[in-house]
């Protein structure tokens, strides 16, 4: 990534564009494009050989017009403020366009967690809370676990905020262990929630989801569960890639015939590193990084990082595609993207296509509110309603417009968080 690369600079570009569709009077328009609110803070830890560091802290509250803040904590040490300020941005439309009654938040350390032990890591989990105590909270804003942090971090600062709150507050935090409040169906959450948007898409279009192939790139938590749900389906995954920690590369794994997850399960170690030799032995083909985009394939589903579809590789995506549902978050560079129009490929987009992760969140939270809490085909059946409903209302507007389905997506989202300041009066 160039070090212009602002990632706030380019959330309020994508908002400034929509809001010009839109025709958003300046008052609101001032008011979207910023954060509400901002924590910046020092966290002073004594580390395991007695000395004190600090670490710097951060919480964005990008907007709750809708209802509390909502995003993950990350630990990273690249932070700064202007990635917390997009991906808190990020969050309030995401919130919106599933129509969960939640705002947008995001938090972060500057810190890498790898040099830490795990005693100076609670120890760091526990200060940020205490310095954002005040301003978080079951109905201000609800953390939960991103880049670099864990159900066992959110324990930390759930017991922290419960030891200054005096009493019990499940609904603080979510990404929780299911032991301790956390929500059935929340592993699977965000690839099956990719999936469910792909099954509509195909029905819109009267194409089968029996026999309909998919090219994955990916092979952890989303590109693992969106995978087994659309073979589940009848679908076939013809190809999945992932990054090869001992080679330090990436790799495609191809099968024409089909995956078996079960195998291909059983030849990953648990840093996500397919076996090759026994992939090979197996019957697949080992290729480059980029080759999951040129198989012959109906469905692409990036779920790996961020700007992999670029005006580089765009062009070897195969003449067959004609779905791209990302459950990455930022797959597509915008050059990629005017390329995919032009191919008049059907774009569901990241925070549409990966809410499937925020919903079952929203779900920890109402289930701990209530202390009452659900079994999991009930989550994922609640799951499967809110992103089909999504999904309908973006894909309508598309139809009806004629607008991309990235900018129906971001006119939904953003109509909706201007309607609720508009109506509490706020601009
Ligand atoms: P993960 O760490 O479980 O998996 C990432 C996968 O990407 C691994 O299989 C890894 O081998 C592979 N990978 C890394 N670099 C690669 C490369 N250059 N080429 C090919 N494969 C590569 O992460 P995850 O939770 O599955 O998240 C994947 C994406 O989905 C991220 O963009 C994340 O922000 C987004 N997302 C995740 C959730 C969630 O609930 N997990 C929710 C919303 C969005």
């Not at 309030?92 to 972060?108: E, H, N, Q, S, Y």
């Not at 925020?358 to 499967?384: A, I």
């Not at 999904?391 to 004629?402: C, I, M, P, R, Y």
Request: proline share 4%.
């Amino acid at each position: 990534m160039s070090k212009e690369f602002n990632a706030f600079a380019m959330a309020q570009n994508q908002f400034d564009a929509v809001a010009d569709k839109l025709q958003l009077d300046n008052g609101l328009r001032e008011l979207l494009r910023w954060p509400q609110r901002e924590y910046h803070f020092t966290i002073p830890v004594t580390m395991d050989d007695g000395s004190v560091r600090v670490f710097k802290g951060f919480r964005v509250q990008h907007n709750d017009a809708r209802g509390p803040a909502k995003g993950g904590i990350r630990f990273h040490p690249q932070e700064t403020v202007d990635t917390v300020r997009a991906l808190a941005t990020w969050m309030t439309w995401k919130c919106a366009v599933v129509d969960i009654p939640l705002g947008g938040g995001k938090g972060g350390v500057i810190c890498d967690p790898h040099d830490l032990s795990s005693r100076e890591q609670e120890a760091l989990c526990r200060g940020w809370v205490r310095q954002v105590a005040r301003n978080v909270g079951p109905v201000q804003d609800v953390p939960a676990p991103d880049v670099m942090t864990n159900p066992q971090h959110m324990v930390w600062i759930m017991d922290e905020y419960e030891k200054l709150a005096g009493g019990h507050y499940p609904g603080f935090i979510t990404g929780k262990p299911v032991e301790l409040g956390g929500s059935l169906g929340r592993t699977e959450a965000t690839g099956f929630g990719v999936i469910y948007t792909v099954r509509e898409a195909l029905k819109r279009s009267e194409v089968p989801i029996e026999g309909v192939r998919a090219s994955i790139q990916g092979f952890g938590n989303v590109a693992q569960y969106a995978a087994k749900l659309l073979i589940e389906l009848g679908g076939v995954v013809v190809a999945v890639s992932c990054w090869d920690n001992d080679d330090h590369t990436a790799y495609t794994f191809r099968k024409t015939v089909g995956i078996d997850m079960d195998f291909l399960l059983s030849i990953t170690d648990r840093f996500g590193t397919i076996d090759k030799d026994k992939a090979e032995k197996a019957g697949f083909d080992v290729l480059e990084a980029d080759a999951w985009l040129e198989q012959e394939a109906e469905i692409l589903i990036p779920a790996a990082l961020e700007n992999q579809i670029s005006g580089d590789n765009v062009g070897r995506i195969n003449k067959k595609v004609k779905i791209i549902a990302e459950g990455a978050n930022g797959p597509t560079t915008p050059e990629a993207d005017t390329v995919l129009k032009e191919r008049g490929i059907f774009v569901i987009p990241d925070f549409l296509a990966n809410a499937g992760g925020v919903t079952c969140s929203y779900f920890e939270q109402v289930q701990c509110n209530m202390n009452f809490f659900w079994p999991k085909q009930e989550v994922l059946d609640r799951l499967d309603q809110k992103m089909s409903r999504a999904f309908k209302a973006v894909a309508d507007l598309s139809d009806e417009t004629g607008e991309y389905m990235r900018d129906a997506a971001y006119m939904i989202a953003i109509q909706r968080v201007a309607t609720a300041c508009h109506l509490r009066g706020w601009a």
